[in-house]
Structures are given as structure tokens and as C-alpha cells.
């Protein structure tokens, strides 16, 4: 019987894991939710989760240890030991994916699954902003089917987690609730906004246990102590240690334990929650004011001890969100290929954690939840905060994600650059080079400004697109508008400016391509946003001349050279991927084509781990921008050979750094940009299948424009109604004038009314008659929200047209019963400016075309009917008035019909767009 249970144990695990080959990467994931919350388990020499301590993304060794006992046997799942009575488990099994990393261990005559998990969600602030990974035990299964005597027991101690010197003294805490056991450890005096070797002087490290009934235990105190005290009875003491002392003086941790009691399988898994949080989390520079910013999860939470009950208490939803998330993230990749997939699971993680979701708090203290900002740092590189470079790369794994989310990270650097503080033509590099602080960076340094605006341009129309919004493109229009005139004048020969990867040469092809696409894209927004057709055309017609001469300077033997006319040198024209991802029209589409052809052509010739980003740098590999590259191709077989050379380096072993960006194309070995989020350019394929959405103009110039429309429309219908008045006036007179004379011979009750009009019910007195056929339909809102956006922005409330309408009629002499007048209703009917329904084109204008409500006010009570404008006599003709009327009556009309024709003109000017729906709006709450 056990072995059939452990068969289905290994078998359900194949099946889970047959989604993908099974690849090692340098370096496995574990948690990763913030800059300084990065860890990782180098892979170099084997998978090994309990053979090596856990590293920094820098290689700092980081204190994360985990045993096991069983029937009094113990053993070691996670991290190093010194105890020599204490064998290593076996890792029998591994596999990755988007956002966890899962070991099968085998602890002498029990199994089990150790996952690593990292709650990604940007739909989410609190969620993401938290700086929690999961860690949990599940499957335990005893192998013989033998019920086993099991408890586990893990901790963290004091080295990197909150300081990167071993001298800093430290002090920590303890905390039991109904939910959770959880330590916290920080330095005794914190360093506020203080960096050192890449780790924060300022934070606290928690450690949580989920509690299991009451079979929990906890101890603080000396890592050795604490450890053997497990070993020995399988339980902590409960008791803390309030000796506190620098960290390398008898090595404080912090230790939590679960007796499962004798199980032969577990019932529920056993769930750790590690995290670190520093508050404030950056200092950003605001209107010429320094604030601080504190993470998002604090509008949500009073105390950190709160929100970790929260996440262990939401762990089963995180979960069933988490698998849900790597389905579909798994599933779309694999249709490029299973290799597209491994490289795309390894780089969500450390490009989303890069990140800090903040907040801001009020004079009265109060967190702000509607006032949500995000600060990238460069991890990997230098401390940049918000490097435009690194964003434009990362970008598409957050289009990808949540198209919105990607405007928080935006609009920061556009916020600086449009205050007073800001003073340069050209877009900044970033917002400081000293994360956490985003002080804001207004060197007058020209090296990077063509790669820069030309990013920032790119990146603002790319949220638009995917989002449909075009609020933030608006806000900051002026500032894009002067970075595209800047861009006019320098991108198609740059001379004396830098790429975004080092290189200083004149006439460099990628660079001007990069920045001929952002004035196209200048022009999309343009257009969008409705600007003056000459300001849009001149940058269309910009984009379209640079693109041009670009074509006839740059490409060279059928490829793209690294400069404007040499036949040696060659470069990955990565920044084509901008094109697609707009969907723009500035590069022909025969560029695509042939480029695709000369990298097919080059294959034989490659190097070991692929093409060089460009031959001026003939020994360097970029895996970004062969992963831009591969999204430009026309070819399927030649993107997957794009993509299989960044994943035979990915998966070579090669180097043991966490999943970097530069490496060189020969042993391999990383140059930088380990860990970096500008590996987010792996999800540029995937991104592509976010459809670009018609941009909607913000909320408040909708407004304005409708205020501004309805102004026409009230005005147009007065007009309407007032002449309408006056020409039935007229009408009458002559009517009451001929009547009289003809009465004696003809009684009242034999006056027919003429076909083609609205007939009341013979109760009722006669109307004015109106010929419906005699004049054109006006357009009129084609949609329900659009009519009801007009009603409530332009037309007085039904009691007031009822009295304006009334004085008309007793001036005529008529009560006004058995009388209609239309506006657009709610429902869309079709109405002409004269009140008078529109007949279909079938002949007749329907059921219930009398329709109450909408913009119109002026509602009988007896329902009239319709003559078919088919029953009309046929020498009355549309374009002209009926043939009975009078000379003079028929100039009337035809005066009515010309000023009705000149609001119709003003009508449509000003509901130029009414017929738009509003934006929709995600609740972030």
C-alpha cells in the first residue's frame, strides 16, 4: 500500500511539472518582493537546496536555515550546518515557474515538497506592496506508508538580512496572536535611508509561523543553542533571549517550530512568512518639498503584526491566485516555445521585485491610499532610482501584467520634470543615483538625452495604448511635446550622444531609429489627444521624412549597420521592437523582413551563446535586447533561435549570479545586471498580445467638452423652438384669416389633415401641420450613455421647457395638447431639429416612437400615429417645400431649413466625440 501512495505522490508531482523541460538556471529564485528583500540558491554545481546557505542577489550569504526530525532522526532541508549529526536531505526533484520555486526533498523514510512563493499581483497594491514571500511544507508522505513521529523547524538569523556589516548591534522582538507566531530583528540604531553593499541600513526582518493548532514553539536566541535544543526534543522553549548584542557576537536568530505529531501524510501545509519592511520606504522630492514615502500595505494595516496575520490567514487565496497566474503565463509562452517559457518563469520575479509601492500620509497621519506612486530601483547595477534605461527594458512585463500599474512608475519622473526644479529640454536619466532616495536628477550631462526622451516618449504612448487612457500623456503633454521638438532637431544625426548601452560614435543607427520612432509616437499622441491638426501633422510628417532618410543612411547590404554607412559593422536593431509594440507606421515593413533574413543568415557564424548586441562590442551579449529582437522578427524559426541563445546561457551553469543581463559570449561569465528588472524584456512577445486600445480622453476634458457641446445643442434647440413658434404663429393667422372666409360653406369638421403628418386622435385639436419628409435627419447621440451625457450637461429640466413651450402655444392661440416635441431620447431615437420625429428609412419611424424622456420635455398624453412617408403625394419632393404651400410660406421654410443647417454644423463641431463611452475605472481600494 505505501508504495502505491508514494507512486501517486511521484506521479501527481511529474504530472505538475511535464508543463516544461526541466532546465537549471546559475541561480534558483526564492524570495524576492522588494530591492532589499533578493534571495537566491546558486545551482552551480547541482541542485542542492540543503547543501548551500541562500545569497543576496549580490552573493552575500543570507542566515536561512530548515530541519526536519523524524522518529527522532533529524535533518537538514534548507541552508548549512556545522553539526555534524545532522544529514542533509536529499533534493529528488526541482521546478520553477513564474512565481515559485519547488524542491521535492527526501528526508530519510518521509517526502515532501518545499515552495517557495512570491504573491505577485499589480492588480493589487496592499497585496504587492507587502514585502512577504510564502515558504511552505506540503506533501508530506511517509515513504513506507508507516506513520512517522515529525516536526519541522526553521530560522533566520541576524547577517544581511538588516545590515551589511556583522558589527552592527541588533535587537529583536516576539509576537504570538491567535494566527501566528512572528520575530522581528533589525539594527538597534537604524540608518534611515543609508545603503551599504546593496543592503538597507534601515529595515526589519520578520520571520512567521501559521500556527498548527497549539503545537507551535518558538526561541530566540544563539543560532547554535536554539538549534540543538530542536535536534534534541523536537520543540522550542518559548523564551527570549534579551541579551542583545552586535550580530557576529554568539550569532543571534530567530527560530519557529511545528510538531506535526505521528502522521503518515499531511493534512494542510505547514506556512512560514518571511519579509522585510523599512518605513519610510523613499524619500522623493515633491514641488521643491522632500517627503517620505511609506509602502502602500499601510492604508490598509495598523501594525505590521497585523498585516502579517492578514497574508498568513489569505494564504490559500494567494495561492489559488498565484497557480492561476503561472497557468496562464506558462500556457501563452509555450505557444512560442518551451524554451521561451523557461526564460520568461525565471525573470518575473526579480523584474516585479524591484520595485517599492508607496503611499503618502496626510498632516494628520493618515496614509493616503488615493495617492499611489512606484519607484524601481537598478538593482544590478549602480542604485539608480527610476532609470529610464532599465524601464524601458522592463516595461513590457508590466504591460503585460497590468497596463495601469505601469503609469505609477511613469509618472514620478514626469511629476519632477515638469516642476520648476527641472530646467533641461531633454528627459532625465532618472531620479537619482542613491535609492532609496529619488531626489530627482537635473544634470545638464547630454550623453543619454536622445535615448532618454525617446524612452520616455515610447513608454507614455505604450500605457495609453494598452490602458485606452490618455490621462497621463495629457497632463504632462507640454513637457512630451517639448522632449519631441528636441528630438526633431537631434535624433537623425546624433553625433556626440551615448546609447543606452555605452557606445559614443557619430551616426549611430539603433539611436536614431529609437528616437524617429518617439516623434511618431509624439504624433499618436498628439492625434489622440486632439491637439491642433498642425501640430500633428508636423510631427507625423517628421516621423515619416526621418524615417525615410534613416532608411537610406542606415541600412546597409540588406541589414542595419552600427553607423550610417559602414559595411563591417552590424548591431541587433532591438529598438524595431518599439514599432511593433506601438503598432507605427514610421519603419516600412520591409525592414522587418530583411533583418530577420540577415539574422537567419548569421546563425552558423554565431558565437557560443548567441549574437553580440552589437559587433563594436563584438564579445558581449545583451539578453534583453536579443529578447526585443526575437519580438521583431517576421520568421518563427528565427525567433526561437533568438530566444534559444539567451536560454542557453540562462541554463548553462556557466556563472552562479542570479539571471543577468550582460555576459559574454564566450565562457559565459556575468558583466553586470545581475538580478536586474531590465529582465522583464524577456515578456516582449507576450506583451504584444495586449491589444492597443482607442485612447479616451481624460474625464475632466470630456466634461469640458460636453459642457461646451451641450452649450450648442441648448442653443441650437431654443433657436429651434422659437422659430418653430414664430413660423406656426404665422400660420395660423393666414389660416384663421382664410377660414373665416370659407366658413359659411365648409363646416370645421370636414378639414382633413394633409398625409405625411402626425394625426392626433380626433378627440383632439388639430396641429400645426409639419411635413416630416421636408426636412434631413441630424445626427444625434448614438448611444445611451452619450445622450444621457448631453441631457445632463445642456438642457433644462422638463418643467421649464413644458412653460417655454406653453407661452408658445397660448401666444399661437393653441393649447398645446396632441403636441410632441422631440429631442434625443435615451433610447437613440432619431429626431430632427424642429421637434418633429425622423421616419425610417422603411417608411415609418416604429413602435413607440413617441419615446418620454431623454431631452425631451414636452409629453401629451394621447399617443399620435405616423403617415408613412410613403402615403406622402409624390410630387413633394424632400429637397424641396410641399407643392400646396404658398410662395411665401415656402421661403419660410426655406430660411428655416438654411439656419437649421447651420447648427446642424455647429451641433456636429461640438459633439465631436459624444458618442464615446465614459472611461472605466478599476477600484483600487
Do not use: C
Given at each position: 500500500m505505501h508504495w502505491v501512495i508514494l507512486l501517486l505522490f511521484l506521479g501527481s508531482t511529474l504530472e505538475a511539472w511535464s508543463q516544461t523541460t526541466i532546465h537549471v538556471p546559475g541561480a534558483i529564485p526564492l524570495a524576492i518582493r522588494s530591492p532589499y528583500f533578493n534571495s537566491w540558491l546558486s545551482t552551480q554545481d547541482g541542485v542542492s537546496l540543503a547543501s548551500r546557505w541562500p545569497t543576496f542577489w549580490n552573493g552575500q550569504t543570507l542566515g536561512w536555515a530548515g530541519f526536519v526530525r523524524v522518529d527522532g532522526q533529524s535533518f537538514r532541508w534548507l541552508g548549512e550546518s556545522d553539526i555534524t549529526s545532522v544529514q542533509a536531505a536529499t533534493t529528488t526533484a526541482y521546478h520553477l515557474t513564474p512565481t515559485r520555486s519547488i524542491f521535492t526533498m527526501a528526508a530519510g523514510p518521509i517526502r515532501f515538497n518545499v515552495t517557495f512563493m512570491d504573491p505577485v499581483d499589480l492588480t493589487d497594491w496592499n497585496r504587492q506592496s507587502f514585502p512577504f514571500s510564502y515558504l511552505f511544507i506540503d506533501s508530506v508522505l511517509s515513504a513506507d506508508g508507516e506513520a512517522r513521529s515529525v516536526?519541522?523547524?526553521?530560522?533566520?538569523?541576524?547577517?544581511?538580512?538588516?545590515?551589511?556589516?556583522?558589527?552592527?548591534?541588533?535587537?529583536?522582538?516576539?509576537?504570538?496572536?491567535?494566527?501566528?507566531?512572528?520575530?522581528?530583528?533589525?539594527?538597534?540604531?537604524?540608518?534611515?535611508?543609508?545603503?551599504?553593499?546593496?543592503?538597507?541600513?534601515?529595515?526589519?526582518?520578520?520571520?512567521?509561523?501559521?500556527?498548527?493548532?497549539?503545537?507551535?514553539?518558538?526561541?530566540?536566541?544563539?543560532?547554535?543553542s536554539i538549534t540543538q535544543t530542536f535536534l534534541q526534543n523536537g520543540v522550542l522553549t518559548n523564551t527570549m533571549d534579551t541579551q542583545f548584542r552586535p550580530i557576529n557576537s554568539s550569532t543571534p536568530a530567530l527560530g519557529l517550530s511545528a510538531d506535526l505529531g505521528t502522521i503518515s501524510e499531511l493534512d494542510g501545509p505547514l506556512v512560514w512568512a518571511l519579509g522585510f519592511v523599512r518605513e519610510p520606504a523613499i524619500r522623493h522630492v515633491n514641488n521643491g518639498a522632500i517627503e517620505s514615502r511609506s509602502s502602500y500595505f499601510w492604508t490598509r494595516y495598523k501594525t505590521v503584526g497585523d498585516a502579517i496575520d492578514s497574508f498568513l490567514n489569505d494564504f490559500s487565496y494567494s495561492y489559488s491566485k498565484i497557480v492561476a497566474l503561472d497557468d496562464k503565463i506558462i500556457s501563452q509562452a509555450q505557444t512560442i516555445s518551451t524554451q521561451y517559457a523557461d526564460v520568461v518563469s525565471l525573470s518575473l520575479r526579480q523584474a516585479v521585485g524591484s520595485i517599492d509601492v508607496t503611499t503618502l500620509r496626510d498632516r494628520n497621519g493618515r496614509y493616503v491610499s488615493s495617492d499611489m506612486k512606484v519607484f524601481m530601483k537598478d538593482v544590478g547595477f549602480i542604485s539608480r532610482t527610476n532609470p529610464v534605461n532599465t524601464m524601458y527594458a522592463a516595461f513590457p512585463v508590466f504591460l503585460y501584467l497590468d497596463p495601469g500599474f505601469a503609469g505609477y512608475m511613469l509618472e514620478p519622473l514626469l511629476e519632477y520634470q515638469a516642476s520648476s526644479a527641472y530646467n533641461n529640454v531633454?528627459?532625465?536619466?532618472?531620479?537619482?543615483?542613491?535609492?532609496?532616495?529619488?531626489?530627482?536628477?537635473?544634470?545638464?550631462?547630454?550623453?543619454?538625452?536622445?535615448?532618454?526622451?525617446?524612452?520616455?516618449?515610447?513608454?507614455?504612448?505604450?500605457h495609453a495604448l494598452k490602458t485606452g487612457?490618455?490621462?497621463?500623456?495629457?497632463?504632462?503633454?507640454?513637457?512630451?511635446?517639448?522632449?519631441?521638438?528636441?528630438?526633431?532637431?537631434?535624433?537623425?544625426?546624433?553625433?556626440?550622444?551615448?546609447?543606452?548601452?555605452?557606445?559614443?560614435?557619430?551616426?549611430?543607427?539603433?539611436?536614431?531609429?529609437?528616437?524617429?520612432?518617439?516623434?511618431?509616437?509624439?504624433?499618436?499622441?498628439?492625434?489622440?489627444?486632439?491637439?491642433?491638426?498642425?501640430?500633428?501633422?508636423?510631427?507625423?510628417?517628421?516621423?515619416?521624412?526621418?524615417?525615410?532618410?534613416?532608411?537610406?543612411?542606415?541600412?546597409?547590404?540588406?541589414?542595419?549597420?552600427?553607423r550610417?554607412?559602414?559595411?563591417?559593422n552590424w548591431a541587433l536593431a532591438y529598438n524595431l521592437y518599439a514599432a511593433r509594440l506601438l503598432e507605427s507606421d514610421v519603419i516600412n515593413e520591409k525592414i522587418f523582413s530583411d533583418q530577420a533574413a540577415f539574422y537567419a543568415s548569421q546563425m552558423s557564424s554565431a558565437q557560443k551563446y548567441g549574437f553580440a548586441y552589437d559587433t563594436l562590442d563584438s564579445s558581449i551579449g545583451k539578453s534583453s535586447w536579443l529578447a526585443f529582437t526575437a519580438a521583431t522578427t517576421t520568421d518563427n524559426s528565427t525567433r526561437d533561435a533568438l530566444i534559444s541563445m539567451i536560454h542557453s546561457r540562462t541554463f548553462s551553469n556557466a556563472s552562479s549570479n542570479p539571471?543577468?543581463?550582460?555576459?559574454?559570449?564566450?565562457?559565459?561569465?556575468?558583466?553586470?545586471?545581475?538580478?536586474?528588472?531590465?529582465?522583464?524584456?524577456?515578456?516582449?512577445?507576450?506583451?504584444?498580445s495586449i491589444p492597443n486600445r482607442r485612447i479616451q480622453l481624460p474625464l475632466y476634458r470630456?466634461?469640458?467638452?460636453?459642457?461646451?457641446?451641450?452649450?450648442?445643442?441648448?442653443?441650437?434647440?431654443?433657436?429651434?423652438?422659437?422659430?418653430?413658434?414664430?413660423?406656426?404663429?404665422?400660420?395660423?393667422?393666414?389660416?384663421?384669416?382664410?377660414?373665416?372666409?370659407?366658413?359659411?360653406?365648409?363646416?370645421?369638421?370636414?378639414?382633413?389633415?394633409?398625409?405625411?403628418?402626425?394625426?392626433?386622435?380626433?378627440?383632439?385639436?388639430?396641429?400645426?401641420?409639419?411635413?416630416?419628409?421636408?426636412?434631413?435627419?441630424?445626427?444625434?447621440?448614438?448611444?445611451?450613455?452619450?445622450?444621457?451625457?448631453?441631457?445632463?450637461?445642456?438642457?433644462?429640466?422638463?418643467?421649464?421647457?413644458?412653460?417655454?413651450?406653453?407661452?408658445?402655444?397660448?401666444?399661437?392661440?393653441?393649447?398645446?395638447?396632441?403636441?410632441?416635441?422631440?429631442?434625443?431620447?435615451?433610447?437613440?431615437s432619431q429626431v430632427d431639429l424642429l421637434g418633429v420625429p425622423r421616419v425610417s428609412a422603411s417608411g415609418s419611424s416604429g413602435k413607440g416612437v413617441v419615446r418620454r424622456g431623454g431631452l425631451s420635455s414636452l409629453v401629451v398624453?394621447?399617443?399620435?400615429?405616423?403617415?408613412?412617408?410613403?402615403?406622402?403625394?409624390?410630387?413633394?419632393?424632400?429637397?424641396?417645400?410641399?407643392?400646396?404651400?404658398?410662395?411665401?410660406?415656402?421661403?419660410?421654410?426655406?430660411?428655416?431649413?438654411?439656419?437649421?443647417?447651420?447648427?446642424?454644423?455647429?451641433?456636429?463641431?461640438?459633439?465631436?466625440?459624444?458618442?464615446?463611452?465614459?472611461?472605466?475605472?478599476?477600484?483600487?481600494?
Open positions: 516536526q519541522f523547524y526553521s530560522y533566520i538569523d541576524g547577517p544581511v538580512w538588516v545590515s551589511s556589516t556583522s558589527e552592527s548591534a541588533v535587537r529583536w522582538d516576539t509576537t504570538e496572536t491567535s494566527s501566528s507566531t512572528h520575530h522581528s530583528i533589525s539594527r538597534s540604531n537604524p540608518q534611515p535611508m543609508v545603503e551599504q553593499q546593496d543592503r538597507a541600513e534601515d529595515g526589519t526582518a520578520y520571520y512567521a509561523l501559521a500556527k498548527v493548532g497549539s503545537r507551535n514553539s518558538w526561541q530566540t536566541g544563539f543560532v547554535d531633454f528627459a532625465a536619466a532618472d531620479l537619482g543615483i542613491s535609492y532609496p532616495d529619488a531626489l530627482g536628477n537635473s544634470t545638464s550631462n547630454v550623453l543619454g538625452a536622445v535615448e532618454n526622451s525617446a524612452g520616455m516618449l515610447i513608454m507614455v504612448l505604450a487612457d490618455g490621462t497621463l500623456a495629457d497632463r504632462y503633454y507640454d513637457l512630451l511635446k517639448t522632449w519631441a521638438d528636441y528630438l526633431v532637431k537631434n535624433t537623425l544625426h546624433p553625433s556626440g550622444y551615448q546609447t543606452d548601452d555605452g557606445l559614443i560614435s557619430g551616426d549611430m543607427s539603433n539611436l536614431a531609429l529609437k528616437g524617429i520612432i518617439a516623434i511618431g509616437a509624439m504624433a499618436k499622441i498628439a492625434e489622440a489627444l486632439e491637439k491642433p491638426l498642425a501640430e500633428i501633422d508636423n510631427y507625423k510628417n517628421q516621423a515619416s521624412s526621418l524615417g525615410s532618410q534613416w532608411q537610406n543612411l542606415a541600412i546597409t547590404s540588406g541589414r542595419m549597420a552600427s550610417y554607412g559602414d559595411d563591417t539571471f543577468s543581463v550582460i555576459y559574454d559570449l564566450g565562457p559565459g561569465q556575468t558583466q553586470g545586471g545581475s538580478s536586474s528588472p531590465a529582465q522583464g524584456s524577456m515578456f516582449s512577445l507576450l506583451a504584444l470630456r466634461v469640458h467638452k460636453g459642457v461646451i457641446a451641450g452649450s450648442v445643442v441648448g442653443g441650437v434647440l431654443l433657436i429651434s423652438a422659437v422659430l418653430a413658434g414664430a413660423y406656426f404663429w404665422r400660420r395660423r393667422r393666414r389660416r384663421r384669416a382664410e377660414e373665416k372666409e370659407k366658413e359659411a360653406a365648409t363646416p370645421y369638421a370636414s378639414i382633413q389633415p394633409r398625409e405625411g403628418v402626425i394625426q392626433p386622435k380626433a378627440t383632439a385639436p388639430m396641429v400645426p401641420e409639419v411635413v416630416v419628409a421636408g426636412l434631413p435627419p441630424i445626427p444625434g447621440p448614438s448611444n445611451e450613455k452619450s445622450a444621457l451625457r448631453a441631457s445632463q450637461l445642456s438642457v433644462q429640466s422638463d418643467s421649464e421647457h413644458s412653460g417655454l413651450y406653453a407661452r408658445q402655444q397660448q401666444e399661437a392661440g393653441r393649447t398645446g395638447k396632441g403636441v410632441v416635441l422631440y429631442g434625443p431620447s435615451l433610447e437613440g398624453e394621447d399617443t399620435p400615429t405616423i403617415v408613412p412617408q410613403s402615403a406622402l403625394p409624390q410630387n413633394e419632393a424632400v429637397s424641396s417645400p410641399p407643392a400646396n404651400t404658398t410662395e411665401r410660406d415656402a421661403d419660410l421654410i426655406r430660411e428655416v431649413r438654411e439656419l437649421r443647417r447651420e447648427m446642424q454644423q455647429i451641433r456636429a463641431q461640438g459633439q465631436r466625440r459624444s458618442n464615446e463611452p465614459l472611461p472605466e475605472y478599476r477600484d483600487h481600494a
